[in-house]
């Protein structure tokens, strides 16, 4: 795994964050004058974020509102969200555990995510995971996000590492698609936020638990450089 860098994207791929951001959208709502939604209605939205989710659980609410106070609906569920960001959110099962070993095999770690950078650091931070990452590239923290292939080779280059040795893992067809752009090969979960299974993606591996990340690896990682 040496020089090897391996770039996870966050929300349904490192850490199960739905509770609280469903949270988060039925608090919004509530002050918008709806009932809650149920969070199987608007779980595939949280890959595109919570402006996403917020307009989605307004669809499901059939209520009409403008852009303006869509706007105004996002700066509440982002305030909510940062003050509850890990109240039940939580690192997948064998993550840590991968995580180490990939480590002491000498890959370097990295996080690419349309969550903002900031968010994204303190969600990291509240649940002790920060620090494992030699970069943590969020949807503001280069000029381009995913899909765009810049926001990962961004991502890889930030950690120090070269994307002719990387490797990507992630739970949504966004990620996918940023992978194949930047010609990386992409380990695919199947837990996380789609409406399309990742099984029907067509990833070039797909793991049922962390347990098997580093096989997996093993088995689509770029060759060595000269």
Do not use: Q
């Not at 939205?45 to 403008?66: D, K, P, Q, Y």
């Amino acid at each position: 795994m040496h020089d090897l860098t391996i770039v996870f994207d966050l929300d349904g791929t490192l850490v199960e964050t739905a509770p609280d951001l469903i949270r988060a959208t039925n608090h919004v709502l509530a002050l918008a004058g709806h009932a809650p939604v149920d969070p199987a209605s608007i779980r595939p939205s949280i890959s595109f974020g919570g402006r996403a989710m917020i307009v989605r659980a307004l669809e499901v609410r059939g209520a009409n509102h403008t852009e303006a106070e869509i706007d105004g609906l996002l700066e509440h569920f982002l305030t909510h969200y940062a003050d509850n960001i890990a109240v039940d959110s939580h690192a997948f099962p064998g993550l840590e555990a991968a995580l180490d070993r990939l480590a002491a095999a000498g890959a370097r770690l990295a996080v690419c995510t349309n969550k903002r950078e900031g968010m994204s650091r303190l969600l990291l931070e509240t649940l002790g995971l920060a620090d494992r990452f030699a970069a943590i590239a969020g949807r503001d923290t280069l000029p381009v996000y995913k899909p765009h292939p810049d926001h990962l080779t961004g991502a890889i280059r930030l950690a120090g590492g070269d994307p002719r040795r990387a490797v990507m893992i992630g739970d949504s067809d966004t990620d996918l698609k940023t992978a194949r752009a930047a010609g990386v090969p992409v380990i695919g979960v199947p837990f996380g936020y789609t409406d399309i299974p990742m099984r029907d993606l067509g990833p070039d591996e797909l793991i049922e638990h962390y347990d098997h990340l580093y096989d997996a690896i093993e088995r689509v990682r770029p060759p060595r450089l000269g």
